[in-house]
């Protein structure tokens, strides 16, 4: 029998505790069956008769006859929530980000992971090299869906190639099965030019279009190429022409697959990410084409929804009888009353990549809000070189140096105004930390300013660069929200 599965916390008032199950004790079985990971656990929870097996610190074993109603959990929190280690990549990806960064960052951003029950937790993509039947066979009978996968080519001798992994050309295989089964997949293709573009991209986006309506969405973007390559494929970037015929090509398939029907409620099925559309200087599709935003922690549909949530926030504010302006507090309402009179000045700092697109609303913000200034400071790359343009992987180091070129001859708060905004991509989830570990405390004592922590969304940016408090508790778990002054 195995180890088992340690306690961290038994919650208040649940079955366990009732049960005198204590932390430090660990769960060996459940109905007779060793507990693999998290999901066997739920999987096996399910029924509302249940046997659990409890290991106690000193080795002695109990069995636990439970009967449960159908909203009752057993009430426990494991030290890993995962409930097992994660699973290491076994790629070599011509590609791989990872590789491209140079030494001496903090360890966790060396770790590659491959596993699909991140991909279905936290939406991980996954490239399923290190998966057989067994493990298709788990995914199928616990329905972990649905599951993103890095696919880049369906080309089997290519793929191998591209990911350096003699496993990894049976993709289409495992996609056929899981298709089969009913499994809903995301796929991605990180697109190196040259590679698997063109008519390689052609044949991707065609086999995987014929897994749908399971293979539910693809998207397609652009490799990054950082300035640490040493002893690693060369690889060419997408300049503006190059970028234009990508968009052109998958809007091509986008065109042919609403043509044909097979999946009307995700028509388009195929994306081309955000980045595809700013590098070629044209403007992102409207939100239709983005088929709910299946993709948008991939960067795709992200600039429309900002623009759309943008314009609806500033829309709201401005109509006295809207649910927004509703929901300001009385001070907040007389705020803004006076902020053609008292003035506002703030510095939104963002990437090179989507300065065209802060710059075109911020101005429209300050267009609605006479008195109201936003600088835009678009940082250049300088830690991982100019080729990375988006806002993402700034570090704080850059941030910095860049702000005080700027204020190299002025008061800071002459030339930066009285609040530095930053958007949460910049920084660790949950916290203040830049990738190279420096924090929002750094550039605050740099400037003797303070630095607000634009959340998410277009509503977000709108309130804080109108000096607004944050509209929502839960989003404060990244930065501190503020109060405007008077």
């Known amino acids: 029998m195995s180890a088992g599965h340690k306690i961290k916390r038994v919650i208040p008032g649940g079955i366990a505790e009732e049960m005198g199950v204590e932390p430090g004790m660990s769960i060996i079985a459940v109905n007779g069956q060793e507990i693999e990971d998290v999901f066997d656990y739920q999987y096996l929870m399910e029924d509302l008769h249940v046997e659990v097996l409890i290991r106690e610190e000193n080795g002695e074993e109990t069995l636990l006859d439970i009967d449960r109603d159908p909203d009752e959990d057993f009430g426990v929190e494991f030290e890993s929530s995962l409930m097992d280690d994660y699973r290491r990549c076994s790629n070599r990806c011509i590609f791989c980000f990872i590789d491209q960064m140079p030494k001496g960052m903090r360890e966790t951003l060396y770790f590659k992971d491959d596993d699909s029950r991140l991909s279905f937790l936290q939406g991980n993509y996954v490239t399923l090299t290190n998966m057989g039947d067994k493990d298709i066979d788990r995914i199928i009978r ?57 008519e390689e991209l052609d044949r991707t986006i065609r086999e995987l279009g014929a897994l749908r309506p399971a293979m539910r969405s693809l998207s397609v973007v652009p490799v990054g190429i950082t300035r640490f390559r040493e002893h690693l494929p060369h690889l060419e970037t997408f300049d503006r022409a190059s ?4 968009v052109d090509q998958i809007e091509r398939w986008q065109k042919l697959f609403r043509e044909d029907g097979v999946n009307p409620e995700i028509p388009n099925f195929v994306h081309a990410s955000d980045e595809w559309y700013l590098a070629a200087g044209r403007e992102v599709p409207e939100e239709e084409r983005y088929d709910g935003y299946l993709q948008l922690e991939n960067g795709v549909g992200m600039v429309r929804l900002l623009k759309n949530e943008v314009r609806t926030a500033v829309s709201g504010l401005l109509d006295h009888t809207s649910s927004l302006y509703r929901s300001l507090t009385l001070p907040e309402k007389e705020y803004l009353a ?48 100019e080729t990375i343009t988006v806002s993402g992987l700034i570090t704080g180091q850059d941030l910095i140096a860049q702000l005080k070129e700027l204020t190299e001859h002025a008061d800071p708060k002459e030339v930066l105004g009285e609040e530095i905004l930053l958007p949460v991509n910049m920084l660790r989830a949950g916290e203040k930390v830049f990738l190279d570990d420096l924090s929002t405390d750094d550039v605050e004592s740099a400037f003797l300013l303070p630095v607000g ?20 508790e839960g989003d404060r778990q990244v930065y501190e929200s503020w109060e405007p002054e008077g």
């Open 142 to 198: 616990l329905r972990m869906e649905p599951i993103n996968i890095s696919v880049h080519t369906t080309n089997p001798e290519l793929r191998r190639q591209m990911l350096g992994n003699r496993f990894a050309g049976q993709i289409m295989e495992k996609l056929t099965r899981l298709a089969e089964a009913g499994i809903e997949m995301n796929g991605q293709v990180v697109l190196c030019r040259g590679i698997n573009d063109g």
């Open 338 to 385: 006076e902020l053609p009179s008292r003035g506002r000045r703030v510095t939104t700092v963002c990437g090179k990549l989507i300065e065209p697109v802060i710059r075109e609303l911020a101005g429209e913000v300050m267009a609605a809000f006479p008195g109201l200034s936003v600088n835009v400071a678009s940082i250049r790359n300088d830690f991982f070189g």
């Open 453 to 472: 922590v634009i959340w998410s969304g277009g509503e977000e940016m709108v309130r804080s660069v109108l000096g607004l408090s944050h509209r929502e």
């Open 243 to 246: 970028s234009a015929e990508v």
